[in-house]
T-cell receptor
Framework: GENVEQHPSTLSVQEGDSAVIKCTYS??????FPWYKQELGKRPQLIID?????GEKKDQRIAVTLNKTAKHFSLHITETQPEDSAVYFC????????????FGTGTLLAVQP | GAVVSQHPSWVICKSGTSVKIECRSL??????MFWYRQFPKQSLMLMAT?????????EQGVEKDKFLINHASLTLSTLTVTSAHPEDSSFYIC???????????FGPGTRLTVL
């Protein structure tokens, strides 16, 4: 079946450094790739997304890149701040015509002040 | 905006009882709603896809008679955990999609504890 692999499972960085989280998907028909941030006990919040017709998207300190050929997509956070500490999930749409998502296993990001 | 609410936020029940969880899209009409289950420190596991006016589509391994889903209107979907047992204790989260776009907006979740 379809799956999404996410690495690393935990990531600790110093405040001001960059953080990179990588995901690999298996369904070649996937065409939508969102990233969610989830703080402890709270709902996942969409932070950025990318569609398959775009290779890169940036929103202030956050950027996402997509390599369709390799079925890889990555989240880049620059100038990290303590409030960036949370669990980050990548996801990929299943099939070309549905809005159903399959999620990665999550990355716990800790930004040390 | 795109606000999704869930009720209740937490519930404790006795084994064998049924629990209903509501998911509402407050400021948009949700053609599709999704129900997820999340165990501590784990990812979101899709349980079922709920479309307004039709039967829910369950993921493999999810018992449809155990987890009853009703999507009676474009703003409300309910998940009923029937004859709950301690192993059903989990964090249940819904999400809603605007029209036929891919973006999903999540509710705040419901923490179910079955004693």
């Amino acid at each position: 079946g379809e799956n999404v692999e996410q690495h690393p499972s935990t990531l600790s960085v110093q405040e001001g450094d960059s953080a990179v989280i990588k995901c690999t998907y298996s369904d070649s028909a996937s065409n939508y790739f969102p990233w969610y941030k989830q703080e402890l006990g709270k709902r996942p919040q969409l932070i950025i997304d990318i569609r398959s017709n775009v290779g890169e998207k940036k929103d202030q300190r956050i950027a996402v890149t997509l390599n369709k050929t390799a079925k890889h997509f990555s989240l880049h956070i620059t100038e990290t701040q303590p409030e960036d500490s949370a669990v980050y999930f990548c996801a990929a749409s299943i099939g070309g015509a549905t809005n159903k998502l399959i999620f990665g296993t999550g990355t716990l990001l800790a930004v040390q002040p | 905006g795109a606000v999704v609410s869930q009720h209740p936020s937490w519930v404790i029940c006795k084994s064998g009882t049924s629990v209903k969880i509501e998911c509402r899209s407050l400021d948009f009409q949700a053609t599709t709603m999704f129900w997820y289950r999340q165990f501590p420190k784990q990812s979101l596991m899709l349980m079922a896809t709920s479309n307004e006016g039709s039967k829910a589509t369950y993921e493999q391994g999810v018992e449809k008679d155990k987890f009853l889903i009703n999507h009676a209107s474009l703003t409300l979907s309910t998940l009923t955990v029937t004859s709950a047992h301690p192993e059903d204790s989990s964090f249940y989260i819904c999400s809603a999609g605007k029209g036929y776009t891919d973006t999903q907006y999540f509710g705040p979740g419901t923490r179910l504890t079955v004693l």
